[in-house]
């Protein structure tokens, strides 16, 4: 059973489109991220949640909402997509709210928009 | 501005040999230190953790801290080419966030 699932693998979309994306965790952990890969690597957490409720929300723009129906799911939607959103989008789980335990990754979600 | 800093590389070593991979970090309040291995096109999976200054070792992989020169380092003995991969350095500061470095690219040679 894959522990962090995340959907779809790959997306493409033109610009100025609203896409979402998915994430399901079977770990029972409390907590979930989102991260984003770009180009160059950089793994930047963007939100976080614990027990649905928002933890850390960086300064990223207020296109992207993320959306916690229960612990286990954290979902990722953009709005107005633009070409600078193209990269990969990790979403994660770790066991505990804290920067103190690991996490568990998603196979990643590479979007690009065109 | 909270940082995480790694060479980039490409670091390359011959099959058997040791590779040395390094990490400095800014927040000298920082309590937790990680080591993520990204094959590519993949996600990144922990093989190390560490909270003490020292060396802990698990198997071929030995991580060493010194909180004093806030730096962080990892030890790869006997590699092989299937240890080809990005290594990402991730430092937690106690609170909920966790920062990463960029990655130091490994190429280990057959």
């Known amino acids: 059973d894959t522990a962090v699932s995340q959907t779809p693998k790959y997306l493409v979309t033109q610009m100025g489109n609203d896409k979402s994306i998915k994430c399901e965790q079977n770990?029972?952990?409390?907590?979930m991220y989102w991260y984003k890969q770009d180009s160059k690597k950089f793994l930047k957490i963007m939100f976080s949640?614990?027990?649905?409720?928002?933890?850390i929300n960086e300064t990223v723009p207020n296109r992207f909402s993320p959306k916690s129906p229960d612990k286990a799911h954290l979902n990722l939607h953009i709005n107005s997509l633009e070409l600078g959103d193209s990269a990969v989008y990790f979403c994660?789980?770790?066991?505990?709210?804290?920067?103190?335990?690991?996490?568990?990754f998603g196979q990643g979600t590479r979007l690009t928009v065109v | 501005q909270k940082e995480v800093e790694q060479n980039s590389g490409p670091l390359s070593v011959p099959e058997g040999a040791i590779a040395s991979l390094n990490c400095t970090y800014s927040?000298?309040?920082?309590?937790?230190f990680f080591w993520y291995r990204q094959y590519s096109g993949k996600s990144p999976e922990l093989i190390m953790s560490?909270?003490?200054?020292g060396d802990k070792e698990d198997g071929r992989f030995t991580a060493q801290l010194n909180k004093a020169s806030q730096y962080v380092s990892l030890l790869i003995r006997d590699s092989q080419p299937s240890d080809s991969a990005t290594y990402l350095c991730?430092?937690?500061?106690?609170?909920?966030?966790?920062?990463f470095g960029a990655g130091t690219r490994l190429f280990v040679k057959a």
């Open positions: 991730a430092v937690g500061g106690g609170g909920f966030k966790t920062i």
């Open positions: 927040d000298r309040g920082s309590q937790s």
């Open positions: 770990l029972g952990h409390d907590t």
């Open positions: 994660a789980s770790s066991q505990e709210a804290g920067s103190n335990t690991e996490a568990f």
């Open positions: 560490i909270y003490s200054n």
């Open positions: 949640y614990n027990n649905k409720e928002l933890i």
